[in-house]
C-alpha cells in the first residue's frame, strides 16, 4: 500500500477515534492538524513503541500480554504530547490505543490492495 494512502487511512482512523473516545480532541485548524498527529503517531510507533515494549517484556510475559494495553495507551499519550493531540487522562489513552487499532487494523484490511490479498 501506498505510504500516501496509508498516511491517510491512519488520520481517518484518528479522527474515527476521536469521535467515539470520550476525553481525546484534535485542535481545530481544519485537516493538517489530524494529518500531523497521525504522523507524529506513526513515529512513535516506529521509534518509541518497540523499546518500550521490550522494557516491559517481563511484565508483559507475566500478565499474558495484557500489559500491551498499557504500553499502547502510553505510546499514544507520549505522541499526544509532542502532537496537535489532546487526551484528557490515561484511561483516554488506553482505550484511544484499543480503537484506534481496531479501526485502523479494519480500515487497512478494507483498503488492502487486491492483488496483495491471499
Same mark, same amino acid.
Not at 93 to 116: E, H, K, N
Given at each position: 500500500?501506498n505510504?500516501?494512502? @496509508?498516511?491517510?487511512?491512519?488520520?481517518?482512523?484518528?479522527w474515527?477515534?476521536?469521535?467515539?473516545?470520550?476525553?481525546?480532541?484534535?485542535?481545530?485548524? &481544519?485537516?493538517? #492538524?489530524?494529518?500531523?498527529?497521525?504522523?507524529?503517531?506513526?513515529?512513535?510507533?516506529?521509534?518509541?513503541r518497540?523499546?518500550?515494549?521490550?522494557?516491559t /517484556? #517481563?511484565?508483559?510475559?507475566?500478565?499474558? &500480554? /495484557?500489559?500491551? /494495553? =498499557?504500553?499502547?495507551?502510553?505510546?499514544?499519550?507520549?505522541?499526544?504530547?509532542?502532537?496537535? /493531540?489532546?487526551?484528557? &487522562?490515561?484511561?483516554?489513552? =488506553?482505550?484511544?490505543?484499543? =480503537?484506534?487499532?481496531?479501526?485502523?487494523?479494519?480500515?487497512? @484490511?478494507?483498503?488492502?490492495? #487486491?492483488? @496483495?490479498?491471499?
Amino acid at each position: 500500500m501506498n505510504l500516501l494512502v @496509508r498516511w491517510a487511512l491512519n488520520a481517518l482512523a484518528l479522527w474515527l477515534t476521536v469521535s467515539f473516545v470520550g476525553g481525546m480532541s484534535i485542535a481545530s485548524g &481544519g485537516l493538517w #492538524p489530524l494529518l500531523v498527529a497521525a504522523l507524529v503517531i506513526g513515529l512513535v510507533n516506529a521509534v518509541v513503541r518497540p523499546v518500550m515494549v521490550l522494557l516491559t /517484556l #517481563p511484565v508483559t510475559l507475566l500478565t499474558f &500480554g /495484557l500489559f500491551l /494495553l =498499557v504500553v499502547n495507551g502510553l505510546a499514544l499519550a507520549v505522541a499526544a504530547a509532542i502532537s496537535p /493531540l489532546d487526551i484528557a &487522562g490515561f484511561g483516554s489513552a =488506553v482505550w484511544g490505543a484499543l =480503537v484506534l487499532s481496531i479501526v485502523s487494523a479494519v480500515l487497512s @484490511r478494507l483498503f488492502a490492495d #487486491p492483488r @496483495r490479498r491471499r
